[in-house]
């Protein structure tokens, strides 16, 4: 056997591995020391690190508060708070969505807001019992291909595709929270059985399923299908990638008060465990402040909450977006929303 | 020539004589409680449901069908694999086909490719591909280097004493590589299939990409749109029992192992065999296998590089390539330590709670890595809180997860020690600690570093446990490519898609380079 010559690469590995995990060690030991001594602002952040690393960067610029983020998928971070419970080290937690904020409400895992911070944003779009507030809205839109739909044909209502015209050619993202939220929306304010009865329709209509509202807008674009329900900043977002005049996709507002039209908000809140950090609450007070309501008009393309900062360009305003009449903490009622998909085969 | 002993006899003698506990035992069986720290967090949540509700939920008729899809889908992949991946060792380790042991380098590059990123760039290719074939073809595609790099092992160290004896005693060619080497194959190629079955029965995002409803995906989605562990637990539970299911069928098909050899003179190194006119046909058929599993995804990648327009972070992009190595390294040396115990064992033993111990440690390899990362929440914050979010409970993150990747090279190196070079170390006076550290470890320093590289590359590239385990503010590669993902910035995700690439293809490199020096 040749074993000499293969001892020399693995003791070197073996060597590199230890060292490896004394670092770890150390690391760890070092870590928790570091959170003891400096007190950064710990956030949980259900929105990417592209939309708000920049604003969180600058909160720390203006108010020398250090902020520690950790950057996950909504509901991900929303299970793992609930996982966590009153050992959680967060403080902050930001979701793209009412429906989470809700859910960790009922939990009991927040703290309340006091009222001159929930007063910046209008009731619709703020937490029924105060403890948590939108920081930008995000409506629901039809996606169509304006190279293969005239606008002329545009439905009004969300309720006008299952229409067979549209056969094969609607784009929907089923498992996306913002989609169930809106089925929530339906359920709430059409009753169950008319919402069965749509979406029993849709997948009549042969609906096109697809895992997320990027490739739903990428699908239209690409002509593989004409319509798909998403949010409409999605299309800002491949604007800005690869440039307004090289997309067919479009975004189409419903009309107002169509269920079809809801704006859910992105939002925040302070968690139980933060309560008594009065940073954490500075924190959420600036995502209202002008600066980054601006930051999001601008940048992520939704629509800012407080009175006095305008949308992007080519956005209606958002009043006369408006939604179907429902309180926002509903959408939290997920459960039947996930059953009944189950039930007519799109979960 | 050398004398050759492939025994079986004797190996069944020394279990019995030796029978009873040992300290490998302990140190094995505490290896394996770890793997299962998952599964005891699973049935602790199931159980908190009500176990009428826990029937109500797999009772479904849905629940029956998707299991029924994802076990044909992980079996077909597995299956695909070993009948690809066999050959592609065959020609790469034993023929003249051009390119030699190079192929070997190219073979185990898919490794470096997370399945994510191969199902994402053939989905940017052709839109429309989805569904079960492309599920099945990429997956295998990207599971393929499981069999082929053990089986190239096999066949590079296999002495051509055996097929020579089958010769003289009137089998043809093929007929000798039938009965006297294909059985040394199997358990190589067995173990290879089952990672891949099980890699395909915790996989996320290649089957959400490409639209194929497996049971995986439908955890996901009950967890990501209710924040509910509870359902997606019990769920969890049948991925389990189909993972034991896996694991038994395995052991079924990998047969006794005892292939060790003995005799006077080293073994010697195996003859090429000379394809003739098949020569060329063979380095077609390679090239288009390859140029489908690596090809496509890296023109992809290249063309959505040149697409993009914004800068990147050169800061950002080198410390996200610096942690990806320091996670995966710490996670590689943890699960190193607990797979040496559980190999060695599994090579010496054939006592049912070594089975039990063995299967045990695979469980980790079938679960979902975000419920994985979740059981790890729970008992970090339960157990030890001061490691909550720190590298070493993300290495231990890892350990757990792929585990399994290591316990099969360890456990193939350590059945060709023959046991009887360390009862000579015995009967000369050398004590079990002296015995172990001269002949035991340096014979299967190769194994064992095979198994180190297999965990290192796939922590690399590991997702959703790292994102609820990593240190609050610690990017890898592979976050830093979700997050970019998750918003749809394809063009400016894939520098970091690049890197993950180029920095798994190292240890995947080596891997191969490994395989092919133990000839």
């Known amino acids: 056997m040749t074993s000499r010559h293969r001892r020399r690469p693995a003791a070197a590995l073996g060597l590199a591995l230890a060292a490896l995990l004394l670092t770890a060690c150390g690391g760890a030991g070092s870590g928790s020391e570091d959170q003891a001594a400096d007190d950064a602002v710990v956030v949980y952040s259900g929105r990417s690190e592209g939309l708000v690393g920049p604003l969180l960067a600058r909160f720390t610029d203006s108010t020398g508060v250090a902020v520690s983020v950790r950057y996950g998928d909504t509901a991900e971070l929303a299970a793992q708070l609930l996982e966590e419970g009153d050992r959680s080290p967060a403080e902050i937690y930001l979701s793209q969505d009412a429906g989470a904020l809700e859910r960790l409400h009922q939990a009991g895992l927040l703290a309340p807001l006091p009222a001159r911070t929930l007063d910046l944003v209008p009731a619709t779009y703020r937490g029924d019992d105060g403890t948590w507030v939108g920081t930008s809205g995000r409506a629901r839109v039809l996606f169509y291909n304006d190279d293969t739909v005239a606008v002329a044909d545009l439905p009004d209502s969300v309720l006008d595709l299952t229409d067979p015209r549209w056969k094969g050619q609607v784009g929907i993202a089923a498992a996306n929270a913002s989609f169930q939220s809106f089925v929530t929306a339906m359920r709430i304010t059409l009753g169950e059985q008319a919402a069965e009865e749509w979406l029993t329709a849709m997948v009549a209509n042969d609906v096109q399923r697809y895992d997320n509202n990027s490739a739903i807008r990428d699908a239209v674009d690409s002509g593989q299908i004409s319509l798909g329900l998403a949010n409409h900043y999605y299309w800002f977002e491949k604007a800005t990638e690869v440039g307004a005049e090289s997309l067919a996709v479009q975004n189409h507002f419903l009309a107002a008060r169509d269920v079809g039209s809801l704006v859910n908000v992105a939002g925040a809140a302070v968690l139980a465990t933060g309560a008594e950090d009065a940073d954490a609450l500075r924190l959420v007070d600036f995502l209202l402040s002008s600066q980054a309501q601006e930051y999001f008009a601008t940048t992520t393309f939704e629509y800012p909450l407080v009175a006095g900062v305008d949308p992007a360009d080519g956005l209606p305003a958002l009043a006369d977006v408006e939604g179907p009449d429902i309180s926002l903490g509903q959408l939290a009622d997920l459960d039947g929303t996930q059953a009944l998909l189950t039930r007519v085969g799109l979960l | ?519």
Request: glycine letters at 10%; hydrophobic letters at 55%; one cysteine or more.
């Open chain 2, 1 to 519: 020539m050398a004398a050759t002993l492939t025994a079986r006899g004797p190996a069944r003698q020394r279990s019995t004589r030796t029978s009873g506990v040992t300290a490998l035992h302990v140190l094995a069986t505490a290896a394996s409680l770890v793997a299962i720290v998952p599964l005891g967090y699973l049935v602790a949540r199931a159980g908190g449901l009500g176990w009428g509700t826990v029937w109500d939920v797999l009772a479904q008729e849905r629940t029956v069908a998707l299991a029924v899809r994802s076990v044909g889908l992980a079996a077909a992949v597995a299956l695909t694999c070993v009948v690809v991946g066999v050959p592609v060792a065959w020609l790469a380790a034993r023929t003249d086909v051009p390119g030699g042991r190079w192929w070997l380098a190219v073979a185990a590059l898919p490794l470096a490719v997370p399945s994510y990123v191969t199902a994402y760039t053939w989905v940017a290719a052709v839109p429309s591909v989805q569904g079960f074939l492309p599920a099945w073809l990429l997956l295998s595609l990207s599971c393929l280097p499981y069999v082929v790099l053990p089986v190239a092992a096999v066949l590079s160290r296999v002495d051509p004493a055996l097929e020579d004896v089958a010769r003289t005693l009137g089998a043809g060619p093929v007929s000798a590589f039938r009965r006297a080497v294909s059985p040394l194959l199997l358990p190589a190629a067995a173990a290879g299939g089952l990672l891949a079955a099980l890699y395909v029965l915790s996989d996320f995002g290649a089957v959400s990409l490409l639209r194929f409803d497996s049971f995986t995906r439908v955890i996901y989605t009950s967890f990501r749109a209710s924040f509910d562990r509870t359902t997606a637990a019990v769920l969890a539970l049948v991925l389990v029992v189909l993972a034991v299911g896996f694991v038994l069928l395995e052991r079924r098909a990998r047969g006794r192992d005892d292939r060790w050899r003995v005799g006077g003179g080293v073994s010697r190194v195996p003859t090429q065999i000379g394809l003739g006119r098949l020569r060329l046909p063979a380095l077609a058929a390679l090239v288009a296998l390859y140029g489908l599993a690596l090809g496509v995804p890296a023109v992809m990648l290249a063309v959505l590089m040149l697409r993009g327009r914004r800068a990147w972070d050169a800061g950002e992009w080198l410390a996200a390539a610096g942690n990806t190595v320091l996670a995966s390294g710490v996670g590689t040396g943890i699960a190193l330590v607990l797979a040496v115990p559980i190999g060695m064992l599994a090579a010496r033993r054939v006592d049912r709670w070594t089975r039990v111990v063995e299967s045990a440690a695979y469980l980790g390899h079938a679960l979902p890595g975000v419920l994985v990362g979740l059981s790890l929440v729970s008992l970090g914050l339960a157990v030890l809180p001061g490691l909550y979010q720190s590298l070493a409970l993300l290495g231990f993150g890892y350990a757990v997860l792929f585990l399994s990747n290591a316990i099969g090279s360890v456990r193939s190196a350590a059945v060709q020690v023959p046991p009887v070079l360390e009862e000579v170390g015995r009967t000369l006076g050398a004590g079990g600690l002296t015995t172990w550290r001269r002949i035991t470890v340096p014979m299967t320093a190769p194994g064992i570093t095979a198994g180190a590289l297999l965990v290192l590359v796939t922590a690399m590239k590991e997702l959703p446990a790292t994102l609820m385990l990593r240190p609050t503010g610690m990017d890898t590669l592979a976050t830093e490519l979700w997050t970019r993902t998750a918003v749809g910035a394809y063009a400016e995700a894939a520098p970091y898609a690049v890197t993950l690439v180029l920095a798994a293809a190292v240890p995947a490199f080596l891997l191969a380079q490994l395989v092919g020096r133990t000839a």
